[in-house]
C-alpha cells in the first residue's frame, strides 16, 4: 500500500473516463485551442472573477513560472521553510525569477503576520527587496489557512507592494477543509496568483497557474515559450483540469482524501498516538525512528521519513482519492505495532 | 483540412489504444518508474546501445536542456538559422544553458562541413568558445542529413572538443527517408544527444532526451527538477513513447507522413508547380504571396506562411500520420486554383 | 608605436594630476560619497538636466547593467552587427539581462530607420519582444550620429515603447566630431541612457552610466551589487570621471583624437589609399592583407585585423589623446609602405 | 572618527607613492600587460608555489567569479550564515553561478568540522549537490582560523569532491593573527580558491583572485569579460596589488589593524566591557542599544550597529592600516561613556 504522496497513485477514473472526447480531435498548438478556452471560463465561474489560466505541466513549474512573472528579475521570495519552493524544488524558482528566497522557521511550516520579516524595502543594497510573499494552501505539514488567515498575510504584503503567491498544490484540501468559496480562499483574501494542483487530486500531470489580474500576465505565455513550458498539444492538460473540475469532482476527491485522513488520525490517537501536526488536510506526520520506519516499509506500507524543521525526525503518509478505508485501518495497525517495538535508531 | 504542423492532428488512436494499461496502476514518481525503465531498456535496444534517456512534456525542453547539459554555463552552440532552437523558442536554449546561438545560413537549412565557422577555441576572449554544434534531423526545412553528412560534420566538431546534439523533434520522417538505422543516423554518425520526438509522430505529448554515452547524463534529472520538467507522473510520457515505439508504429507513422508528402510533390509538380525545397521529409514549402495563402486559407486549408531564410514568402505545408490521400488531393488541387489566381501580396 | 585602441595609451597626465586631492581623504563606500554626488550634480550641468548617475569600472558593465535595467529579464535588444554589445563583450548584455540581441547588418555600422526591424510586439510567443534599441556613439566603424539621425531612430522605438540605450564609449569623439551640445546627442534625441565613457578619453578605467529619467534606475544599485559591480571606494571612479570633464578636457582630449585621425586620413588619402568607411571619429580601417598587416606591425606600429562585417579584412588604427602628430605621419607612411608591397594573405 | 569599514579611509600613502611609475606608460588591455604578469610572479613567490592570478575591481565580483568557476552551473555552497557572501552581497554568487548557499548557523561566525551537514551527493534530486566550501578569513566575526582547523575542514570537503573556497577579504589579518604562511593558511590547508583582499589594506580597490591549480581558472577570463569584470587598464589594479606586497606592506599593514583592535580590546576590558567575540584580526563587537549607538555617532564615533547571529544588538568597529592609537584610546573612552547611559533602544 502506497501512502508516499497523492501522486503515486493512479489517475482518477472519473477523470480519466471524460477525457476520451477530446482525443480524439485536432487542435490549436501553444494552449491557442478552444478546450483551455473552455477551462479559463470555468474556471473565471468557480473563481467569481474573470481569471488568466495557463496550463503547465507540473507543479514546480507552475510554482517557478508564477513567482518569476510576480516577482521580475530581481527581489527576495518570502516563504515557509517547508514550504514546497524552499525545501523540495532543487532552487527552481531562483532559477526562473533570479530571486532568492527568504524561508521562515516556526508555527508548524504556516506563516504568521507576526513572523514575517519587513516587507518594506530597506533600501539597504548588500540586501534584495521582498517583491513576493508565497503561501502553501494546504501547508506542507498538512494545514490549512482560514480566509482571515490569509488576509492578516496579505495586508502586509499589500502595505508594502509585495505581491501574494499561492502554492495550491492541495487547495482543493483547504477549500474541503474550511468550507470557505475558492474565492474567498484565494483573490478575495488577496492573493494574485494561486497554482491550483489537479495531479494529487486525481488527473494525470495538470497545474493551472491562475492569475486573478489579467494585467499580471502579459510575458507569461512567453516565459513559459523559453523555459521549454509550452508544448503542442497544451489542450490534453486543460482537458484534464477540466476533467477534473466538472461536477465538483476536485472538491469530492479533496474531501475524500481529507476524510481518510482525520480516520487514521482517530485511529491512531485511539492507541495513544499523537501526530505531530493537528491534522486538517490529506496528510499525517508521526515521529518514528529509521527503524521503525524500516520496518513499516518492510510490512507493506510505503511512506517517507522526514526530518521535521523543530530537528524531530517523523514519517509522513498522505491519502488521496485513491485510498481505501481499509488500506487506512491496516495502516493505523501497523503504525501501532511499529511504534510497540523498540527497534533502534538507524544512521 | 490542417496542414498548419504535424502537432494539430490528434494523437494517433494506435498509440491511445496501448496506454490505457499503464492509466489503472500506481507507480513512483520523478521518472524512477518501471514503464520508464522499460522504454530506456526498449530505447538501448532500438538503437543497439545502453543509453540513458529522460522523458520529458515539450520538445524544446528536450533540446535546452539536452545542450545545457552538453555545453555547462558557458559557450556557444553552432546551428542553421532555420533551426528550431535559433527561429521558434525564443531563447529557450539560451535561457537555460547561458550560452549564445551562433547562426550558420544557407543551404537551404542543412549545415555543411564548409559553413562551419572554425570550432576551435580561438582564445579571444570577447567571443565565446564552440562548445556544441546543433543538428536538426530531419530539418525545418523538410531535407534529411544522410549518415555520411553527419559525420562530415560530427568529424569536425569532434576535433575541436565540441559535442554534436542532434534536434530529432522529426527524427523518425528521417529514418523512414534514408533507410538507415537508428543507430546509423545517431551514435555512429557521432551524434552524443538525440531528441527523439515522439509528439509530431502520434503520441500526446512526449520527448525521449536520448544520451549515448550515460556519463554526460549525470546532472540531467536535477537539470531537469529545476527547470520544473521533473513532474510527478513521468511514467505517462514513457508510456506514450513505449506505445509510439511499439511494433514499428514510429516507422509507419512518418513513412506514411512522407508518402503524403511525396504524393503533393508528384501533384504539385504535375501541375507545374516547384516545391521550392527537395521533398524528403513529411513537409512542402510553395512560393505564394500573402493573398494566395489568405484565398487558401478561406478555401479551408489551414497552413503557416513564413518568409523564407532567402527572403521569399512561402507556404509551409505539413503532412502527418493522420493525414488522408483525399486531403493531399484536394490540397494539390486547392494551391493550384491559389497560384493561378493574381491575388496581390498582402503588407 | 601603439595604435590598437585608445586604451592602450597611458591615462592622460591631465587627469591624473587632478585625481591627487581626492585620494588622501576618507569617503564613505558604494558611491554613497560625496565625490560622486558632486560628479552627479556636474553631469547635471552638462547635459541641462536633472540625471541619476552611477560609476562603473568597465564599458562592458555599464552596457549590459544599462541594458538589462532598461529590458527587464525578458526581451530583445536591436543593434547592428558590429556594435560592441554583440560583437565584442562575450555575451554580456545576455548574461545581465537575459535578453537576446538582434544584429542588423549593413550601412557600414550604423542603424537607419529603414534598417530596423518591426519593434511592435508581433504577439508571436516564438519570438521575443523588442525592449530596447541600442546605438554605439560614436559607432565602431568611427562613424558619428548626428543628432536628426537619432531621432529618426528614437522616434520609431519610442512609438513602440521600446527604450533606448546608447553605447557612448567615444560619445565624446561624437560631441566633438557633429559639435552638438551633450543634451543634443543624448536626452533630446530620445536616448533613455548613455554609457559615456571616460577611459579611452583620458580616465585610468571610469564609465559612467546616466539616466535621463531618475526613475527607470530604481533597481541599479542593487543590480550593480548583485553583480559584484558595487565596490567600496566608488569615489575614485567618479574623481576621475570629474577629473575627465573639469574644464572641458573631455571634450579637449576627443578633439585631439580626431584629429589625429583626419591627419592620418589626409595622409593617406595624399597616397591614393582610401579608408573603408568615412573618418568622422578617432579611427580608421585601411583594407590590408594579413601579410601586409604581420608586416606593419614588425615595422613597429601595432593595431588589430580584423574581418570587416562585408568580408573584407581590413586593419583598424585608433587615435587617442596620447597620440602625436609624428606618429601619425610615420603610420602613415608605414602603411603605404606595406600596401606596396605585394605581401601575400596569410592563413 | 570613522570606524565603519577598512574600506572608508583613504588608500595607504605607501600604495599610492608606488603606484606613480605604472601610470606613466601604456600597457595591453584585459590583463595581458606585463604588470599584471609580474604581480602573477609575485604571488607565485609568496604563495610558494605556481598559481593562476586574476585582477577584479571588487570583492563581491572575487568571490561571486571564483565560487561560480568552481561549482559549474549547478550546486549548493556551504558557508557560514555571517560570511559576506550570504549576508552582505545582495544574492552576487547565485547571480553568477547559479548555485544556492546554504547557510550555516553557530559558533560565533566559524564553521567546524561537526557543524557541516552531510557533503556528498545525497541523490535526491528535490536537493542540491553541495559543490563548494566557502571559509571567511578572518571570519565577518573578527576570527582567524589557524591552519589545522582549515584542514579539519577541507579534508571533509575533499573527501566528497567538493571545491574550497577562502574570502581572504582580510586574509592578511589572518595572517598577521596566526602567524602562519600564506601557502599554510591556504593551498598547504586544503583551499582551492583564495580571494586575497588588497582593498582593506591600504589599496584603492583590488582584488586578487588566486588559484592555485591553474587548470582550474580556464574559463575565468571568459567569465569576468561576460560579466563585465574585465577592463581595459586592468594593470592599474595588479599595480595596487603588487604595491600593496611590496617590501611586506600587506602584512604591516595588517599587523597595525590587528593591533590597534587589540588596544581596544585592552581599553575596554579594563572598563569591564567584554566585547561579543575573541578579538584576533581587526573588528571589535560591543553589545549596545540602539540608542547607546546613536550616541556613539553623534559624539563623531561612526560605526555600523548590527543584529547578531544569535539576536543580540551590537556596534562593530573595525580598525585599519590609517587608524592612529589615540583614535582608538578616544574610542574606547566614548564607548564606555555610552554604555554607561541608560539610553533605551529605538525602533
Known amino acids: 500500500m502506497d501512502f ?5 497513485c493512479p489517475p482518477a477514473p472519473e477523470v480519466l473516463a471524460r477525457l476520451q472526447n477530446s482525443l480524439a480531435v485536432g487542435e490549436s498548438a501553444y494552449a491557442e485551442d478552444e478546450i483551455s478556452a473552455a477551462t479559463k471560463a470555468r474556471l473565471s465561474r468557480i473563481f467569481e472573477r474573470e481569471v488568466d489560466y495557463f496550463p503547465v505541466f507540473t507543479g514546480t513549474a507552475a510554482n517557478a513560472l508564477a513567482i518569476a512573472q510576480l516577482s521580475g528579475s530581481f527581489g527576495e521570495v518570502v516563504c515557509s521553510e517547508s514550504s514546497h519552493i524552499f525545501a523540495d ?7 526562473h525569477s533570479q530571486a532568492r528566497l527568504r524561508p521562515i522557521s516556526g508555527n508548524m511550516g504556516k506563516l504568521v503576520p507576526e513572523s514575517l520579516p519587513p516587507l518594506t524595502d530597506s533600501g539597504d543594497v548588500h540586501r534584495g527587496r521582498p517583491t513576493v510573499l508565497s ?11 482560514r480566509p482571515e488567515e490569509i488576509v492578516s498575510l496579505t495586508q502586509k504584503a499589500r502595505a508594502a507592494g509585495v505581491r501574494v503567491h499561492m502554492d495550491g498544490t492541495r487547495f482543493a484540501n483547504a477549500l474541503a477543509f474550511t468550507g470557505a468559496t475558492p474565492a474567498e480562499l484565494s483573490w478575495q483574501a488577496g492573493v494574485d496568483v ?8 486525481g488527473a494525470i500531470g495538470a497545474e493551472a497557474v491562475i492569475f486573478f489580474s489579467p494585467e499580471d500576465a502579459k510575458e507569461f505565455r512567453r516565459m513559459m515559450k523559453r523555459s521549454g513550458h509550452l508544448g503542442a498539444r497544451m489542450w490534453f492538460l486543460s482537458a484534464q483540469i477540466s476533467a477534473w473540475l466538472e461536477d465538483d469532482f476536485w472538491l469530492r476527491s479533496a474531501r475524500h482524501g481529507n476524510m481518510m485522513a482525520a480516520l487514521l488520525d482517530r485511529l491512531l490517537r485511539a492507541k495513544g498516538i499523537q501526530p505531530l501536526y493537528p491534522v486538517e488536510a490529506n496528510m499525517i506526520f508521526v515521529e518514528m525512528s529509521a527503524g521503525q ?3 513499516l516499509s518492510e510490512m507493506g506500507f510505503l511512506h517517507y521519513l522526514a526530518v521535521q524543521p523543530d530537528g524531530r525526525i517523523a514519517v509522513r503518509v498522505v491519502t488521496s482519492q485513491a485510498t481505501l478505508e481499509t488500506e487506512v485501518e491496516a495502516l493505523a495497525d ?3 505495532r511499529c511504534l510497540a517495538t523498540s527497534a533502534g535508531r538507524l544512521a
Chains 1, 2, 3, 4 share one sequence.
Open 135 to 145: 503561501l502553501s494552501q494546504s501547508t506542507e505539514t498538512g494545514l490549512a489557512y
Open 4 to 8: 508516499r504522496s497523492d501522486n503515486t
Open 194 to 201: 494561486l497554482c491550483l494542483g489537479a495531479t494529487k487530486g
Open 89 to 95: 524544488e532543487c532552487g527552481a524558482v531562483e532559477f
Open 334 to 336: 501497523a503504525i501501532g
Open 293 to 295: 520506519s524500516v520496518r
